[in-house]
């Protein structure tokens, strides 16, 4: 091997002693190697000058040192590359002894449980779900549900005005009248929604929430009312649930119901829940006034509906056992978490 040949071997042999990366290498590398650049390549290069009868010579010793060069620097560039990897295996390790930082998992407010059970039972008998507005005008809450100024019975729902014409909605039923207005029979609607009352006590609070039902159809009688009900009662206090009729007013129904089911805490025998009757009150219902179908348009001669409305915190607290509304609104994670279906 020439003198220069030699220098250039020295010259990577003291080089690379400097080299602290696979990086550093891969550049150190290029500066002997690269084909055009690098000062082996650029020996390969010069070959064209080199005098015929030494070229055969010097052609040797230039591919020996590129073959001893590639072979020193990709051994060192894999022993950098393995200590590259074994630092960082080293940086990321991860102690898998540690106790996992666990993932909360949050669940449903019970009202939207309740609301969605009661959805899914009644779309399940092909109801479709309309949403009114909460505030609303006198007429569509209280007049057109056969409930006019001055008319007694709106002294059982304690308003908030908003002017003389419009209020927060008391009850849901206001959406039955947009839905006859707007759809003609056969009409079968749920509407679920909130309501606002100037009441607030252990078991009544200022807003709270129902689920309106309302079907109209020819031949629609109470019978029809029952059978619905018998059904909701099953899927969401329990299978043997029954239900039960009692004579009751609403200015929007003829005849008007409240619709107890049998206590599903004692089966009927009498306890604390149902204060010993084996009944529990759980929702209004009747057969729609002909005046209300009437001031919707329908001719109450040739259709006849049932309407029924369902208070959703009731039905929760019934549900899971609460006896004070405001813990449905308090929003208490320590309360909220026993209250899931899972
Ligand atoms: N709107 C009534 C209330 O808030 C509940 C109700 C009773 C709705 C009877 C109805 C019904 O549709 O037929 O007290």
Known sequence: MNANLEQIKAEIL?????????KE??????????????????????MKNIAPEE??????????????????????????????LQDRYEAEKIDISLPAVTVKEGNLHPITLVRNQIIDIFAGMG????????????????????????????????????????????????????????????????????????????????MFTQMEGLVVDKGITLCDLQGMLDEFVKKIYGEGTKTRLRPSYFPFTEPSVEVDCSCFECGGKGCKLCKG????????AGIVNNKVLENCGIDSNEYSGLAFGIGIERTAMLKYGINNIKLLFESDIKVLNQLNDK
């Not at 003291?14 to 696979?22: I, P, Q, V, Y």
């Not at 891969?26 to 500066?31: H, V």
């Not at 010097?58 to 590639?70: D, H, I, Q, R």
């Open 14 to 22: 003291a080089g690379a002693e400097e080299l602290t990366s696979s």
């Open 25 to 46: 290498v891969y550049e150190f590398k290029k500066k002997f190697l690269d084909g055009k650049t690098g000062k082996i390549g650029l020996l390969m290069r010069e």
């Open 55 to 84: 070229r055969a010579a010097y052609g040797k010793g230039v591919n020996e040192l590129k073959e001893w060069a590639l072979e020193f620097l990709g051994g060192l560039d894999e022993k950098m590359k393995a200590k590259e």
């Open 127 to 206: 109801f479709e779900i309309f949403e009114g507005t909460e505030i609303e005008t006198d007429y569509y809450n209280f007049t057109a549900l056969n409930t006019p100024q001055d008319h007694p019975a709106r002294d059982m729902q304690d308003t908030f005005y908003l002017s003389p014409e419009f209020l927060l909605r008391t009850q849901t039923s206001a959406g039955q009248i947009h839905v006859m207005e707007n759809k003609k029979p056969p009409i079968k609607i749920l509407s679920p929604g909130k309501v606002f009352r100037s009441d607030d006590d252990a078991t009544h609070s200022p």
């Open 277 to 284: 009757t084996g009944w529990i009150e759980i929702l209004g």
